[in-house]
């Protein structure tokens, strides 16, 4: 039996997983943006787990760590996690500054930034 998959906007729901593929800039209207439709995604549906892809992002503000800070503060009181995937290493450096990586399993994207 294979996982449906349901693709949407910047979103994709595979299992009970939410994929969100994060956009170039992470500032405050994109960050907003994410945080409605995931928001509304969760509620509407079975999601255990949110998995932001970076692999587009090369600029993240404080919106950005206020996003994921949201989405895992909300998937934990719902049981469920969050992660963050293919982070280009200046992201990855402001989400260590910000202590995201703490909380949040956070993988970077190997051989460099390709920018």
């Known amino acids: ?4 998959v349901e693709m949407l906007d910047r979103q994709k729901i595979e299992g ?19 945080c409605r439709e995931a928001d509304k995604l969760v509620k509407e549906r079975d999601v255990k787990e ?6 587009d992002t090369a600029f993240c503000d404080s919106s950005g760590i206020g996003m994921l800070m949201g989405r895992y503060k909300m ?10 995937v293919q982070v280009r290493e200046r992201v990855g450096r402001i989400l260590m500054l910000s202590g995201i990586m703490k909380i ?5 994207m190997t051989g460099g930034d390709a920018e």
Do not use: C, Y
């Open 1 to 4: 039996m294979s996982k449906s």
């Open 16 to 34: 009970k997983t939410l994929w969100i593929q994060v956009p170039k800039e992470l500032d405050h209207h994109s960050a907003e943006r994410i």
């Open 50 to 55: 949110i998995v932001f892809n970076f692999s």
């Open 75 to 84: 998937m934990r009181a719902l049981g469920g996690t969050v992660r963050a």
């Open 104 to 108: 949040i399993p956070v993988e970077t």
